[in-house]
């Protein structure tokens, strides 16, 4: 317990409560096609942005039919710019 009576805990979770959570938008591109997230997502920070783009990637490609060469990406952005861009390339090569 703290000085003021309450655990430890509590002070954690009503701490995040204030926290600023920001939008984040996750647009993907395959090929010439982009599909741009007007919702976007609220996330705590850039750093778990970057966690769930490359989490988004590897259920993109775990979906694809036919994997010739391909560059899979994520754009993440705010409001007002771009933020990162997270690319997965897929290429199928045979040995010579």
């Known amino acids: ?4 009576g309450e655990s430890r805990t509590a002070t954690s979770v009503r701490l995040r409560r204030f926290r600023q959570m920001a939008l984040y938008h996750f647009d993907y591109r395959d090929r ?3 599909i741009p997230d007007v919702e976007g997502t609220e996330i705590a920070d850039l750093e778990t942005a970057k966690f769930e ?3 988004i990637l590897a259920e993109l490609a775990r979906s694809i039919e036919r994997p010739e060469h391909r560059v899979l990406a994520i754009e993440v952005r705010d409001q007002r710019k771009p933020l990162l861009l997270v690319s997965l390339t897929l290429d199928i090569k045979m040995p010579a």
């Open 32 to 34: 010439e096609t982009l």
């Open 1 to 4: 317990m703290s000085p003021l």
């Open 53 to 55: 783009a490359v989490r």
